[in-house]
């Protein structure tokens, strides 16, 4: 079984953010909070990077849930008009 070709166009295209361009923003949100809670951490403020990794996991999920989300939606709106044509 081989894999689709896919171009880089249909994987990195405009495509994916114009769907939701909420998942990207959600995606660098995760990476400032964990960024943000391991120099806490280094700088020995451990109730300050313990409460920025939770808040890590919230927005994590938020964006997990943005991704499942879109592809729910886009697939029932993609079933929706392949059966109206």
């Known amino acids: 079984m081989t894999a689709p070709d896919l171009g880089t166009e249909e994987l990195f ?4 953010y114009e769907r939701n361009p909420l998942v990207p923003l959600g995606a660098f949100a995760t990476l400032g909070v964990l960024v943000f809670g391991l120099v806490s951490f280094r700088q020995g403020n451990h109730k300050r990077s313990q409460l920025l990794m939770r808040a890590r996991v919230g927005v994590q999920a938020a964006t997990v849930a ?3 989300g879109t592809v729910y939606f886009g697939t029932k709106r993609d079933e929706e008009s392949g059966k109206q044509n």
Do not use: P, R
Not at 13 to 16: E, M, T
């Open 13 to 16: 295209g405009k495509k994916k």
């Open 66 to 68: 943005l991704m499942v």
